[in-house]
């Protein structure tokens, strides 16, 4: 079978020739990969910034956002069987027992660092004809939503973001509403934000260096949020007053709007992070006047990586939803589906909205 996998001590990546993988244990489940998404985490480890290949090996199998379809499943699996559609879940948790958020099975708040990623981080991804996976780490997807299935695990990254700041407004002792939203940038990850908080009620702004006629502003406005370009609305538009949104969904990784966004917030607003800047980048901020509202106005802001099994199945559920609201949104975001030999082009070139890897068709 064929696989695309990055050699970091070659700087190289390559299609390569390997075996197809056998399940070995009474848990492994044998996939065949139908679609993997790309994304900036796999631009940034085929550019050989991040990442890291398998103890012991020179390869690095590329691909995390997955959607297979089980082939073969062992005698211990109890919740899967041949045919069903599925999505992997990407990270793996670290081997020590003090580390109650892994032995907890929420490997997604691991504590020590040691914890391993398919496709990222010391573990074969998803770009390959079969790939073998643990039942634990699947997650089933409704057949419905095969066409757009491979958004979900993108679509983690925000439903864990505003899950979380939903779980920090419980703690406001009134009810709060209406409730305004913005998320900075309009890549993949932003424009599901802006589906996320359509769909959970929210009036939404979407605040990005696309122009107002850019395919991106056409997504935002098609699921009833508005767009504002940078390019003529200068940052400070959207701190006025005594800033405007009771939650802001960063998706940019551009450190300076980073820490900007905390400025934009109302009273007791919330400020999740996605975006991972470079550890390189610096900033200017009145840290006086931001640190001073954040205490004098309750504001709170949190960072948020990775999906646990809730978070995919969060992701899901609002998956149907907006295939209900607006389903030719969704469909609009994955702008090219291309082949495995494609991709080391494909990642040099900075394409439409989101590239999927198109593997074997559903059937
Ligand atoms: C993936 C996450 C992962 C993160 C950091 C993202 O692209 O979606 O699953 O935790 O990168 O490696």
Known sequence: MQAIAVFPSKKSLKLI?????????????????????????????SSFEYGSPPPGSDHLILGHESLAEVVEVGRGVRSLRPRDL?????????????????????????????????????????????????????????????DVAVLVEPLTVVTKAADQAQAIFNRLPYEPGPLRGLVLGAGPIGLLG??????????????????????????????????????????E????????????????????????????????????????????????????RALRNLVLRNELVFGAVNAGRRDHLSAIRHLEQ???????????????????????QILTEKRGIKSVVEMSRAA
Do not use: W
């Open 17 to 45: 020739d390997l075996p197809q993988p056998k399940p070995q244990e009474a848990n492994d489940v044998l996939l065949r990969v139908h679609e993997v998404g790309l994304c900036g985490t796999d631009r940034e480890i």
């Open 86 to 146: 599925v999505v992997a879940i990407v990270r793996r948790p670290c081997p020590h027992a003090e580390c109650r958020a892994c032995r907890g099975g929420r490997q997604d708040f691991c504590i020590t660092g040691d914890y391993t990623e398919r496709g990222i981080k010391g573990a074969d991804g998803f770009l390959a004809d079969y790939v073998v996976e643990d039942e634990a780490y699947l997650v089933k997807v409704p057949r419905v939503l095969a």
């Open 194 to 235: 802006a589906m996320v908080l359509v769909a959970d009620g929210f009036e939404t702004v979407v605040y990005s260096r696309d122009t107002d006629q850019s395919k991106q502003a056409q997504l935002v406005r098609s699921v009833g949020a508005k767009y504002m370009s940078s390019t003529s609305n200068p940052i």
């Open 237 to 288: 538009t959207l701190a006025k007053g005594s800033g405007q949104f009771d939650v802001v969904l960063e998706a940019v990784g551009f450190a300076p709007l980073m820490l900007a966004a905390t400025q934009m917030l109302k009273p007791n607003g919330v400020l999740a992070l996605t975006g991972v800047p470079p550890e390189a980048a610096t900033a200017e901020l009145n840290v006086g």
């Open 322 to 344: 907006f295939m209900v609201l607006f389903p030719d949104s969704v469909r609009a975001l994955i702008t090219d589906r291309v082949a495995l030999d494609e991709v080391p």
